[in-house]
């Protein structure tokens, strides 16, 4: 059974940083994509960023420059670093996950609030 597990989430002003962490079981980030996706209330889920098995990323262009998407594969973890953070990245993020172009499996999400 795969379990994705996202922590990290908060509150935190314009301008500051938060690291999102994604605890896999079941499935491996090294031999598949790892994804981070974001949602509001009455929109559709953006993708954020990803991490292929080969190490290659991509990232929406609201978030180049300021995310970075990485994993640790000996812990099967995957990471979001956001820096510089605006008040429009407020949103429940999601950990995905899978062998495919879309993902697989998802996380539960944790909410992210950037207070301006």
């Known amino acids: 059974q795969v379990q994705l597990v996202e922590s990290g989430g908060g509150l935190v002003q314009a301008g500051g940083s938060l690291r999102l962490s994604c605890a896999a079981s079941g499935i491996s980030f090294s031999i598949g994509r790892g994804f981070w996706y974001r949602q509001a209330p009455g929109k559709q889920r953006e993708l954020v960023a990803l991490i292929t098995s080969d190490s290659n990323t991509n990232y929406a262009d609201s978030v180049k420059g300021r995310f970075t998407i990485s994993r640790d594969n000996a812990k099967n973890t995957l990471f979001l670093q956001m820096n510089s953070l605006k008040p429009e990245d407020t949103d429940v993020y999601y950990c995905?996950?899978?062998?495919?172009?879309?993902?697989?499996?998802w996380g539960q999400g944790t909410q992210v609030t950037v207070s301006s």
């Open positions: 995905a996950a899978g062998r495919l172009v879309s993902p697989t499996y």
